[in-house]
């Protein structure tokens, strides 16, 4: 091998030494981490943009596989909410893990100085506004009103257990607009129909202000 063939292998060895880092040569900057259906993995959940390990989380039921209360996570979008003077409901929906349970309930329960005072397994117009989570997603209506004025006249809109008007976060003892508190919790059922629930990550508490 004379000096020129040497000296050009050298410079091509050389070259292709700089490209030999460990590196991923593919760009991931700016695409998603996580899935709509959060998994498993106790080191791969984002709640609120805020990476959360749990450990308590089986690491090997990456695929949710397996029913595991500890997998069970729900996700509100958009924090505390500021409730205009009208306001006689609004939507709330978010991202959810079912911890792979057969079935699933997302549930939402106000209060007022941290008692209950009106939850969505309540009958407002004749039916209950619980949730679900659906591939990895859910949403429901949370409704503040309260109306007898439904035809025909005297069937009750609802809910009779809470028979008065939160339109706008009133707060009929004070008779003024008050801040009040929602938990959104999601509770995983099993073939037999056994509630699974988890305490930490399963229940969410935000923040309705009056606007």
């Known amino acids: 091998m004379n ?4 000296t050009i292998l050298l410079v091509g060895v050389g070259i292709l030494m700089q490209f030999n880092n460990c590196s991923p040569m593919t760009k991931t900057d700016g695409l ?6 959060a998994t498993c993995d106790a080191n791969n959940v984002v709640i609120n943009g805020v990476n959360v390990t749990n450990p308590n989380a089986d690491i090997n ?3 949710c596989a397996v029913a595991d209360n500890n997998n069970l996570y729900i996700n509100p979008q958009g924090g505390d909410i500021a409730v205009s003077a009208g306001m006689a409901d609004f939507n709330i929906g978010g991202t959810c893990n079912d911890g792979g349970y057969s079935s699933n309930q997302i549930t939402w329960t106000l209060k007022y100085n941290g008692t209950m005072v009106r ?5 407002y117009d ?3 506004w619980n949730g679900q989570c659906i591939n990895g997603k859910f949403v429901m209506v949370a409704h503040l009103a309260y109306s007898t004025a439904a035809a025909p006249a005297g069937d009750i809109i609802g809910p009779a257990d809470d028979p008065y008007n ?6 009929p003892t004070t008779a003024a607009r008050q801040a009040y508190t929602m938990d959104i919790t999601i509770v995983g059922f099993d073939t037999a129909g056994t509630a699974h629930v988890n305490t ?12």
Do not use: F, H
């Open 32 to 37: 998603p981490s996580t899935s709509i259906l």
């Open 200 to 211: 930490i990550y399963g229940v969410r508490v935000i923040n309705l202000n009056p606007l």
């Open 166 to 171: 939160r339109t706008g976060l009133l707060e």
């Open 3 to 6: 000096i020129t063939r040497l």
């Open 61 to 63: 039921n990456t695929n």
């Open 126 to 128: 004749d039916q209950t």
């Open 119 to 123: 939850n969505s397994g309540m009958k």
